[in-house]
């Protein structure tokens, strides 16, 4: 139940609610808010205050933030029996079957030095309700060049999903109407839905 800063990034113990992370100066601050928006994006406040960091990781729900923040911010989690497991391998299956007998005891998010710009938007019947889809963006760039993007969505299928093809049409480009609309028509044909 903590929140740390270091030399490496932040990290959070999996035992803190998602409600307690909202008025952390260190969450507001890292990468622009994009954990407390990610975070407000969970149902309402009663389901933030019971629903911790390691639950939401654990327990895959479409209104599961943890699991598309840990991609889309190349995270990792720290278990019981001290491994350090990347989001893509804890979610090359279920966290369960990946995980055994340990536990999530920590998350580890990156130093992220030049986050620009970064996203993430819910999308649901009302304000309150569980999100049918949600997605996150983190943009680095250097004026109008795109430096390093990464493009998530969780809901669509169990597991959350890295554009990473997507990613690399923006990648060192500038961004205009043009090559945005052609990123669009390749995330449509990569997108899994389940």
Not at 110 to 137: A, H, Q, R
Request: net charge positive.
């Amino acid at each position: 139940d903590y929140i740390k800063s270091s030399s490496n990034g932040l990290k959070i113990g999996a035992m803190i609610t998602v409600n307690e992370l909202l008025d952390l100066p260190l969450v507001k601050k890292y990468c622009n808010g994009i954990i407390k928006d990610a975070v407000l994006s969970i149902a309402s406040t009663p389901n933030r205050n019971l629903i911790t960091v390691g639950g939401n990781i654990v327990g895959l729900h479409p209104w599961s933030v943890f699991p598309g923040l840990l991609m889309l911010l190349e995270g990792k989690v720290v278990t019981a029996k001290k491994r350090v497991i990347k989001a893509e391998k804890l979610f090359s299956s279920t966290p369960k079957n990946v995980l055994g007998k340990d536990i999530i005891t920590e998350v580890q998010f990156p130093n992220i030095k030049k986050c620009v710009l970064s996203y993430w938007k819910k999308f649901s019947f009302t304000e309150t309700d569980y999100p049918i889809v949600s997605v996150g963006m983190v943009c680095e760039r250097d004026n109008d060049i795109v430096k390093k993007i990464r493009i998530v969505a969780i809901g669509l299928t169990l597991f959350p999903q890295r554009f990473y093809k997507a990613e690399k049409m923006l990648q060192n480009k500038k961004v205009d109407k043009k090559r945005v609309a052609k990123v669009l028509e390749n995330i449509i044909k990569e997108v899994k839905v389940s």
